[in-house]
């Protein structure tokens, strides 16, 4: 199958709903390749459809309706992923690029190595047909329900035009993906007020709120959101450019960190604090369940032709499937379609060619 | 005594040990001035001469050391503190900055409002000499020792030259203020590699390291700092623009409340919960000592031709008090002075006049 016949190629077609595939890259993952196949036996045993690229000798016997490509190069570590994924043909990122390039596969996930999938999927899938820039949207796990920031890495440099699409794309994703029915969007600034913000925050806003004033936005606009918003009840998703998504992700990992790491030192000083930290361990079991990042299955790579998903390296296979099943998700519910859908009715789409390295080869649709 | 003639006006002369003053305003706390005239008793029992803005009424019998000017009237709440600062000359914070500016008070010290302490700052007590842009500089307190933070929310834009002079600033207070010896400085980032970050970033970076490896910088310049190293042991001091300062800031804050929040949900939800809480709380009380928010005095705004201090609005006397000691600590050991011989000696200050509205203000100097 063809990229350019598929039903989910983000040209309005109705989606088939039987025939999704997610394309796996094993290697990078923390406790290694095989901890991924074992995702994915989890994965395949509710309903999806997976192909892993890695390492054959190490992922052992496929379950039913997993197929093994035999991909034991790996470019996860690589210091310079941009050339390593050019120059790599025989890489599993590569090869599981190509195969989601290719029709083979509807999805993608990258069980390690950001940079790596993210290089691999602008020269194979491509960039989606009207995008500036590709985001990494991460829906973080909140005791109230996820909130997703995006971007959180994917670009270092952001326009007034590229918040404006993350907005867009990051609403696409939790009206399919996430489940949520009309998503409130905000973007991340220092100061709820319209005035407040660098150039290019107060320069978007001023953007989105003109499109949501005119009714042409298929979310809530709820405006500018402050740094406590990320882990509250303001928004939905959350826009900002990728240093600072990934700063904020960064802190967010650090202060909890540093909390959980002093209840545990007090619960180790002293009998009184063992006794304690044990008691209210089993209180604390719901909120360490609600806060897991596995069952959000990771980062999603927005702004491509196909969705990726990469889950965080130290996963294990629980948060694997959960990538696999959300990848395959994403694919039947079309959130590329959406994306493409929604930005051209809004007029938001990029009309310039493109003029980055990927723009010099061909287009397949 | 005139500003131009105090011996502590940043031009290298010795500061005189004994006269420093501190001018508070006391309107904006949240528990009202008389917290801050509690926190007024207990810094000059500590040997600080204060000088108290606010309603004399509220204030009682100042305590030795302390003197009170009536001055009812606070801005602290405004909507539009610059306007407010410029037109309100009896308010409270324009008549201590005042003060200040004519050398009846070395220092200053905010109880509420940052926006009008930094609107009257610039007013009346102006710009040092060869600053572009004045930063919000805060302390955060760490089990392992307090990271500085800055600019977290004086500007909303930064250039390469504003984070450069931050990194000096910051370097100045972490060493007479804080008392770190040679402070560590890095710039956040959403990477450690030099080639990581915002174009401003790269760029500041590149002017750093060019100062740091000719040995022009009174600091060890560490590089490039991520989000985790806010709340880590990478750095000192870490510098950022005002509005991913303030972002980072509040998400902190955020953070620490949600996962408080989970602990005090979880021990109250149970008996067992009800009683390991309470075992763990003793076993957690250094902690809770540790990261306590009074401890550092609250902001400190530097780029001014005094200190200023601006302690959280909520915090109680001891917050406030620990403010004045610390203003008063500043403008003893020359915080000032120390700003500008660096940036001197560095040819790091600002050449060309200013072109903001301050500018065309009389100088003092």
Not at 270 to 297: C, H, K, N, V, Y
Request: hydrophobic fraction near 50%; charge should be neutral; charged fraction near 20%.
């Amino acid at each position: 199958m063809a990229l350019g016949a598929s039903p989910s190629s983000g040209l309005g077609h109705p989606v088939d709903q039987a025939a999704q595939v997610v394309a796996v890259d094993c290697n990078g993952a923390d406790r290694g390749p095989a901890e991924v196949a074992a995702g994915a036996a989890l994965a395949a045993a509710r309903g999806v459809r997976v192909v892993l690229f890695g390492p054959a000798a190490e992922l052992g016997e496929p379950a039913a309706n997993v197929e093994v490509v035999d991909a034991p190069v790996s470019i996860a570590k690589s210091d310079d992923p941009v050339s390593a994924a050019r120059r790599t043909a025989e890489a599993s990122i590569v090869q599981a690029t190509k195969a989601v390039a290719a029709g083979r596969a509807q999805a993608l996930v990258c069980a390690g190595g950001t940079g790596a999938a993210l290089a691999a999927g602008l020269f194979n899938i491509k960039r989606m047909h009207g995008i500036y820039r590709p985001a990494l949207a991460l829906p973080l796990p909140l005791p109230r329900g996820a909130v997703t920031l995006l971007d959180v890495g994917a670009s270092a440099e952001a326009r007034r035009e590229h918040l404006v699409q993350f907005a867009f794309m990051g609403a696409a994703l939790a009206s399919t993906v996430l489940g949520v029915a009309r998503p409130r969007v905000g973007l991340l600034s220092n100061g709820e007020e319209a005035r407040r913000g660098s150039p290019l925050v107060v320069e978007a806003h001023a953007e989105l709120s003109r499109r949501a004033d005119a009714g042409g936005v298929p979310f809530e606009w709820v405006g500018n959101v402050e740094g406590d918003d990320v882990v509250g009840a303001a928004a939905d998703v959350i826009v900002t450019d990728g240093v600072t998504g990934n700063i904020a992700l960064k802190l967010m990992e650090g202060v909890s960190q540093t909390m959980l790491g002093a209840i545990r030192d007090a619960a180790s000083a002293s009998l009184r604090g063992m006794l304690g930290g044990a008691l209210l361990r089993a209180a604390l079991r719901g909120f360490r369940e609600q806060i897991d990042p596995e069952l959000q299955g990771g980062a999603y790579l927005l702004g491509l032709r196909r969705l990726g998903v990469v889950p965080h390296g130290r996963f294990t296979r629980k948060g694997f499937a959960e990538a696999m099943v959300r990848a395959e998700r994403g694919a039947r519910e079309d959130v590329v379609g959406q994306i493409q859908r929604s930005l051209a009715d809004a007029g938001a789409q990029r009309e310039a060619p493109m003029s980055a390295p990927v723009a010099s080869l061909r287009e397949t649709e």
